[in-house]
């Protein structure tokens, strides 16, 4: 049975940073594909980084340059680094882990998410 649990959100100040952490039971991690999705109050769920089971990395073009997608195979998690924390960026961040790409498409396993909140 597929487990992801995440963890890091919290409450910041916009300008500073995060780290998420995605920790993944149940499968073979590293031939799964990861991603972290969004969704704020109001609005769908949204792709925000992916990285495949190669390592291969993609970004949503609002968080490009601000956050960073990491894997450890060894660890069984998948990171997600945010810097420059923007008011919008506040959103529930869920981990999703799936077999199959692309990644614009719903598929795969879900955690429960974390809350992330930027405000002064």
């Known amino acids: 049975q597929v487990q992801l649990v995440e963890s890091g959100g919290g409450l910041v100040q916009p300008g500073g940073s995060l780290r998420l952490s995605c920790a993944a039971s149940?499968?073979?991690?590293?031939?799964?594909?990861m991603a972290w999705y969004r969704q704020a109050p109001g609005k769908e769920r949204e792709l925000v980084a992916s990285i495949t089971s190669g390592g291969a990395t993609n970004y949503a073009d609002s968080v490009k340059g601000r956050f960073t997608i990491s894997r450890d195979n060894h660890k069984n998690t998948v990171l997600l680094e945010m810097n420059s924390l923007k008011p919008e960026d506040t959103a529930v961040y869920y981990c999703?882990?799936?077999?199959?790409?692309?990644?614009?498409?719903?598929?795969?396993?879900w955690g429960l998410g974390t809350q992330v909140t930027v405000s002064s």
């Open positions: 999703n882990a799936r077999l199959s790409i692309p990644f614009t498409t719903p598929s795969g396993s």
């Open positions: 149940g499968i073979i991690f590293s031939i799964y594909h």
